[in-house]
């Protein structure tokens, strides 16, 4: 199946979690813009509304809170929260560190991914450094075993988190294999260097620059699964989410713009009927279309199909081809409310700058490429498009 429908549930979820995106969220936007800058006491707030909509740890299993959706039901819900700017529909449809139940010990979910299910605090992933972005192949972080402990030396960039995490999970050379730790704020050695800001601001997240001096942590804390391995099925899910997320940004550009279009007149006529207007989004909308499928496509690909390698392929076509029809939708939207589509508190001019991201986190569009060409010539197309 190419795409399948959506279940009665998720569309039905789906609807609840857009109806509140739009009732609260949308508000809480403009009185961001006008301010300027987000107050963590309204963000607690909206989160504990969506807690008690039921939106929160929706990907998690039962015994965490959750409901194991399926990646497309993730996916449909992601969509939604993709509407709101500011990176306020992460506060919406908060999800758990599904990757984390997967490989960590135990105890470690116990004690760390528990709490997360639990809404007490949030993890940060610690992988990019100065020297190796797209190419983690290049990490300089290492951990150095001594008597029962891990010894951490290295320095990660852009470590995304919403406020203080309650722990970081970082990729570190150990023993000359790639290996995840988790690491609490307070580990002696632990230095937040910088907190740059980003084309985004104000948003939900910020992104600092962390530095480990010879921060020591003890061997329960190193994740035995292989941190290669994890690190890949983090960014994999991560790809997908930014996918759909671009898909409900589009669409709100879309109702926006075009309900615009057909409302203001120049030169005599509706600006929907002049075709330098129609046109481009015409175009958006067809390309929302693909973008949609594409990425339905691919959520349903990571549900059924057992070849990892082709999941990835058809994921990074869907982050591809999904954050550059952003891009573009946003920039036409912005066009077609002229000035008033430069002013912040217009969603498409914080649309325009927000989405800009989305061509480089998670891995820029360049390395989506490099992925789907990978795939290409050593498999073929043929598995690709099935
Ligand atoms: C807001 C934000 C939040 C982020 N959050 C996190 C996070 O939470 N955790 C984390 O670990 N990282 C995070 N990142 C890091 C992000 O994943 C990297 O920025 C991204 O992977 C690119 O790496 P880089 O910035 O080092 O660019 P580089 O790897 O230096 O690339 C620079 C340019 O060269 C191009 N390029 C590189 N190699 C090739 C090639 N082989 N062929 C063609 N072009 C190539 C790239 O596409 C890019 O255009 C975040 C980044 C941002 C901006």
């Known amino acids: 199946m ?37 107050d963590p006491g309204e963000l607690d707030e909206l989160r504990r509304k969506a807690r008690d909509a039921g939106f929160a740890m929706l990907n998690m299993p039962p015994e965490h809170g959750g409901r194991d959706l399926s990646m497309l ?3 449909a819900l992601e969509e939604e929260s993709g509407k709101a700017t500011n990176g306020l529909g992460f506060a919406v449809v908060d999800r758990g560190p599904r990757e984390l139940l997967e490989i960590a010990t135990p105890e470690q979910v116990d004690r760390f991914v528990a709490p997360i299910a639990r809404g007490e605090y949030r993890e940060a992933w610690a992988l990019t450094e100065p020297g190796a972005g797209s190419d983690l192949a290049g990490l300089q972080a290492t951990a150095v075993r001594d ?16 406020g203080d995490p309650g722990f970081y999970i970082v990729l570190a050379v150990a023993e000359g294999d790639q290996t995840l730790f988790i ?33 020591r942590v003890p061997e329960s804390s190193r994740v035995p699964a292989s941190g290669d391995e994890g690190a890949k099925e983090w960014i994999l899910v991560e790809r997908l989410f930014i996918a759909a997320r671009c898909c409900g940004a589009a669409k709100r550009l879309l109702d926006e713009a075009s309900a ?42 990571f549900d059924t ?31 077609v409310f002229g000035g008033r589509g430069y002013m912040v508190e217009n969603p498409a001019a914080r ?26 010539f050593k498999r073929g197309a043929a598995p690709y498009l099935g």
């Open 260 to 301: 615009w279009a057909q409302g203001r007149e120049a030169f005599g006529s509706p600006l929907s009927e002049h075709q330098g207007v129609a046109f481009p989004l015409a175009d958006s909308l067809t390309e929302l279309l693909a973008a949609r499928l594409l990425t339905y496509h691919a959520a349903h690909a």
């Open 305 to 335: 199909l057992a070849d990892r390698k082709i999941v990835h392929g058809k994921v990074a076509m869907a982050k591809l081809f999904a954050s550059e029809m952003a891009g573009r939708a946003a920039d036409r939207a912005l066009q």
């Open 73 to 75: 039901g993730q996916v």
């Open 183 to 215: 690491v609490e704020p307070d580990a002696p050695g632990l230095e937040i260097v910088r907190t740059p800001r980003f084309l985004h601001d104000p948003y939900i997240d910020h992104h600092p620059e962390i530095v480990f001096r010879d921060c």
């Open 2 to 38: 190419i795409v399948p429908e959506l279940p009665e549930d998720i569309r039905e979820l789906k609807e609840r979690v857009g109806a509140f995106v739009e009732q609260e969220v949308y508000p809480l936007e403009a009185i961001i813009a006008e301010r300027g800058s987000i």
């Open 351 to 376: 649309f325009y700058r927000e989405l800009r991201v989305d061509r480089i986190w998670e891995g820029t569009s360049e390395i989506q490429r490099l992925v789907i060409a990978r795939g290409l």
């Open 147 to 162: 008597g029962d402990d891990w010894v951490l030396n290295g320095e990660k960039w852009f470590v995304t988190s919403e």
